[in-house]
């Protein structure tokens, strides 16, 4: 099995590098953490690697906490989102929780076994939601049900009879079927004469 991935956003150095250690003292091996601290480049990082969970800090410069998982929600739907929060932002904690769908918050200053129960939980989550993504994908492999590209393939058929069918050239351009393929009408049948 493919080891989890977990991304740690905060602006702050010293508080990257004691989740960081935190995390590794719990996991070890077990677990792949990147740490980042500017949201931006986070982001970047999201673009190209897939985590199954992120902690992120509410309060950055350039772009707040909330934003950023509002955009690392769009490009990892997936991924399990929690907040490290200051004790004063838990208003903020809630939005995150509202609107970029955060799975829990963590308070600063955190205690290493709460920060561990979080995680937990949240990979374990995370686990689950992709076992259920992949048995869903093999029930339907197994079924060999249309795609719902074929489906509309299907129904454009239907309702027009060789809409679909597309011949291929040598070089890969589409050839046009022939008058005659048309409807079988020839330039007599048309009252030209020859």
Same mark, same amino acid.
């Given at each position: 099995?493919?080891?989890?991935?977990?991304?740690?956003?905060?602006?702050?150095?010293?508080?990257?590098?004691?989740?960081?250690?935190?995390?590794?003292?719990?996991?070890?091996?077990?677990?792949?953490?990147? *740490?980042?601290?500017?949201? /931006? @480049?986070? %982001?970047?990082?999201?673009? #190209? +690697?897939?985590?199954?969970?992120?902690? =992120? &800090?509410?309060?950055?410069?350039?772009?707040?906490?909330? *934003?950023?998982?509002?955009? /690392? @929600?769009? %490009?990892?739907?997936?991924? #399990? +989102?929690?907040?490290?929060?200051?004790? =004063? &932002?838990?208003?903020?904690?809630?939005?995150?929780?509202?609107?970029?769908?955060?799975?829990?918050?963590?308070?600063?200053?955190?205690?290493?076994?709460?920060?561990?129960?979080?995680?937990?939980?949240?990979?374990?989550?995370?686990?689950?939601?992709?076992?259920?993504?992949?048995?869903?994908?093999?029930?339907?492999?197994?079924?060999?049900?249309?795609?719902?590209?074929?489906?509309?393939?299907?129904?454009?058929?239907?309702?027009?009879?060789?809409?679909?069918?597309?011949?291929?050239?040598?070089?890969?351009?589409?050839?046009?079927?022939?008058?005659?393929?048309?409807?079988?009408?020839?330039?007599?049948?048309?009252?030209?004469?020859?």
């Amino acid at each position: 099995m493919n080891r989890q991935r977990l991304l740690i956003v905060d602006d702050e150095a010293p508080v990257l590098a004691a989740l960081n250690r935190a995390v590794r003292h719990r996991y070890g091996q077990a677990l792949i953490v990147d *740490t980042q601290v500017d949201a /931006a @480049a986070a %982001l970047e990082l999201l673009r #190209v +690697r897939d985590f199954e969970l992120v902690i =992120s &800090d509410l309060r950055m410069p350039a772009m707040d906490g909330l *934003t950023f998982l509002r955009k /690392a @929600a769009q %490009l990892r739907p997936h991924m #399990v +989102r929690m907040v490290l929060t200051g004790s =004063s &932002d838990f208003e903020t904690a809630q939005q995150a929780i509202n609107e970029a769908g955060a799975f829990r918050y963590l308070c600063k200053p955190w205690c290493d076994e709460d920060l561990a129960r979080h995680v937990d939980a949240a990979l374990a989550l995370a686990a689950s939601a992709r076992e259920q993504r992949e048995s869903a994908q093999a029930w339907h492999d197994q079924r060999k049900l249309p795609s719902a590209q074929e489906l509309e393939r299907r129904r454009l058929e239907a309702l027009e009879p060789g809409l679909t069918h597309v011949e291929w050239g040598p070089a890969g351009e589409v050839l046009m079927p022939s008058i005659t393929t048309l409807g079988g009408l020839g330039s007599g049948e048309h009252g030209v004469d020859k």
